[in-house]
T-cell receptor, first 115, second 114 residues
Framework: TQLLEQSPQFLSIQEGENLTVYCNSS?????LQWYRQEPGEGPVLLVT?????EVKKLKRLTFQFGDARKDSSLHITAAQPGDTGLYLC???????????????FGQGTILTVHP | KAGVTQTPRYLIKTRGQQVTLSCSPI?????VSWYQQTPGQGLQFLFE???????NKGNFPGRFSGRQFSNSRSEMNVSTLELGDSALYLC?????????????FGEGSWLTVV
């Protein structure tokens, strides 16, 4: 069974601070995705990383996929209150050697950015 | 284009009852998957449908079932509800089935079992 472990579980910071969220696994993933979920809403895809060592930037958010494709990180620079939400990493699960749309999710990181 | 639509958004049921949740995927999307989200277990995969066939199933008891219609719309059913079934049920759709596929989530159906 492929598991994804996220850390930290909770993060409470002041506006303007930087932060990093980690997503680790003992299994290799063909790709990893990061989602953000706001209260009462479904998760929204932020980025998909596919190549080991890949770095993607989305405004103040920087995503990195580990060289061995077993881990990923999300770094937010100068966090803003609008960044508040649940951040989830997810990767496709393998079933009998064929990947379907089934995703394995990490437990999530609840980020609160105070003004 | 319209996103994934789930109905109802909120519902309250009594233990032992059954519930049916509906999902309309994004137009043109043929794959629909369902997830259960709880504070303790996080997001867990329930099942995935493509072309009216269940392609993958998560580790949930047989009380959880689903189906997909020819227009790609999907329903999931939970019978003999238990308190532990209280959760946010999320539907997601995608163009096709396979790795690297981008899935789009609906806003979910909040189920409370009392």
């Amino acid at each position: 069974t492929q598991l994804l472990e996220q850390s930290p579980q909770f993060l409470s910071i002041q506006e303007g601070e930087n932060l990093t969220v980690y997503c680790n696994s003992s299994s290799v993933f063909s790709s990893l995705q990061w989602y953000r979920q706001e209260p009462g809403e479904g998760p929204v895809l932020l980025v998909t990383v596919v190549t080991g060592g890949e770095v993607k930037k989305l405004k103040r958010l920087t995503f990195q996929f580990g060289d061995a494709r077993k881990d990923s990180s999300l770094h937010i620079t100068a966090a803003q209150p609008g960044d508040t939400g649940l951040y989830l990493c997810a990767g496709p699960s393998n079933a009998g050697g064929t990947s379907y749309g089934k995703l394995t999710f990490g437990q999530g990181t609840i980020l609160t950015v105070h003004p | 284009k319209a996103g994934v639509t789930q109905t109802p958004r909120y519902l309250i049921k009594t233990r032992g009852q059954q519930v049916t949740l509906s999902c309309s995927p994004i137009s043109g999307h043929r794959s629909v998957s369902w997830y259960q989200q709880t504070p303790g277990q996080g997001l867990q995969f329930l099942f995935e449908y493509f072309s009216e066939t269940q392609r993958n199933k998560g580790n949930f008891p047989g009380r959880f079932s689903g189906r997909q219609f020819s227009n790609s719309r999907s329903e999931m059913n939970v019978s003999t509800l238990e308190l532990g079934d209280s959760a946010l049920y999320l539907c997601a759709s995608s163009l096709y089935i396979g790795a690297g596929n981008t899935i789009y989530f609906g806003e979910g159906s909040w189920l409370t079992v009392v």
